[in-house]
């Protein structure tokens, strides 16, 4: 599997960005597919995730209700809609699946920029 992530940028507090991660070589329609980030000087840290038919999406505590993560099976490809942005989510943020039974991310992005200034 071949994850494309895209959508990042440059943008000021409070705007909003989407995020892209479409998958090819095959359907990740059956897979977790889960958004982490690494902030400059820090550890990579989990952002959310959503399952194969998008009913159980989980998020982590500083991004739960200005970011939503949705799926396109039909496209292969998973969003990531990011809402009122602060400095604090200036990261390299990555898309990476893995199968529903595991708990192991096997398959990971390159990665897309997202800064916010202040």
């Known amino acids: 599997v071949q994850l494309q992530a895209s959508g990042g940028g440059l943008v000021q507090a409070g705007d909003s960005l989407r995020l892209s991660c479409a998958a090819s070589?095959?359907?990740?329609?059956?897979?977790?597919v889960g958004w982490f980030r690494r902030a400059p000087g820090k550890e990579r840290e989990f952002v959310t995730s959503i399952n194969w038919n998008g009913g159980t999406r989980l998020y982590a505590d500083s991004v739960r209700g200005r970011f939503t993560i949705s799926r396109d099976n039909a496209k292969n490809t998973v969003y990531l809609q990011m809402n009122s942005l602060k400095p604090e989510d200036t990261a390299v943020y990555y898309c990476a699946v893995r199968p529903e039974y595991s708990r192991s991310y096997n398959f990971w992005g390159q990665g897309t920029e997202v800064t916010v200034s202040s």
């Open positions: 070589g095959r359907t990740v329609n059956s897979y977790v």
